[in-house]
């Protein structure tokens, strides 16, 4: 199943035509008899995709959405029990950085400072963020007014 899924992301097929391909496909094997656990997990790629296209990409500038994600990705290690708290800041931004994209320079500044989301820059990314983790039946969320 990671073939296929692997194979329609690397395509850069749009969510819509992953979900109508996916739905085929799940027929199909449907059809053939296979394991009810390929379709769970075809069932948690169509969610996880018509999830992601409720929450287009951002237009704002790389810079505004940095932190947001800095937070968003510190509230999810914090829970996993490996965040900045619990481990050293060097290692903490390395793996953010693999997640991001920026510097792990910037980003272990960035961290070693402490931060603050601005309600005038980051407000919208954070709702995002917010309404994503209780999609998901999560109990993280991002605070505005948490020091980072």
């Given at each position: ?68 994600r800095m937070a968003a990705l510190v509230e999810i290690l914090?829970?996993?029990?490996i965040g900045p708290k619990h481990n050293d800041m060097k ?58």
């Amino acid at each position: 199943m990671n073939d296929i899924f692997d194979a329609l992301e690397h395509h850069n097929f749009a969510n819509e035509h992953q979900i109508e391909l996916l739905n085929i496909i799940k027929y199909i094997l449907i059809r053939k008899r296979y394991p009810i656990d390929i379709d769970e997990l075809i069932n948690r790629k169509i969610e996880l995709l018509k999830i992601s296209s409720e929450f287009p990409e951002s237009e704002n500038s790389k810079e505004t959405n940095l932190k947001p994600r800095m937070a968003a990705l510190v509230e999810i290690l914090d829970e996993l029990g490996i965040g900045p708290k619990h481990n050293d800041m060097k290692t903490v931004s390395k793996m953010i950085s693999l997640f991001t994209g920026y510097s792990e320079k910037n980003i272990y500044n960035i961290l070693q400072k402490g931060f603050y989301l601005s309600r005038k820059y980051h407000f919208q990314q954070v709702e995002n963020f917010n309404a994503m983790f209780k999609k998901l039946k999560s109990t993280i969320s991002i605070n505005m007014t948490k020091l980072y």
